[in-house]
């Protein structure tokens, strides 16, 4: 049985991975994953436009199973929070899809 920690670093690279084959956006993981203050999240993204987003990656056996739930068969899943900002669950590929685009612009 392999332990959370490998199974979390797996998954980063996996993402890092899976965000630098969109076109246009690079991934990488963050120095120590979220254990200096400095770098608190586990993966930095960036988009066409060169703006740096940064992503918590969690894996989980079973996913999110309120999330996937309550997304059904919809593309994204959007909650917000009592005084909370929106946000957005969606699977990476449409994700992909949906910013494919901006890559294109930016040609």
């Known amino acids: 049985m392999k332990s959370p920690k490998s199974k979390g670093m797996k998954f980063e690279r996996k993402l890092a991975k899976l965000f630098s084959a969109i076109p246009g956006w690079t991934g990488r993981r963050q120095p120590g994953s979220g254990i200096y203050d400095h770098f608190p999240h586990d993966l930095q993204i960036t988009d066409p436009l060169d703006r740096p987003w940064i992503v918590e990656a969690k894996k989980w056996q079973h996913g999110w199973r309120t999330g996937d739930k309550a997304k059904g068969t919809a593309n994204m899943l959007v909650i917000e929070r009592?005084?909370?900002?929106?946000?957005?669950?969606?699977?990476?590929?449409?994700?992909?899809?949906?910013?494919?685009?901006l890559a294109e612009v930016e040609k």
Not at 82 to 101: H, Q, R, T, W
Request: charged share 15%; with cysteine; net charge negative.
């Open 82 to 101: 009592d005084f909370g900002e929106p946000c957005i669950y969606m699977s990476l590929a449409d994700f992909a899809v949906l910013v494919a685009p």
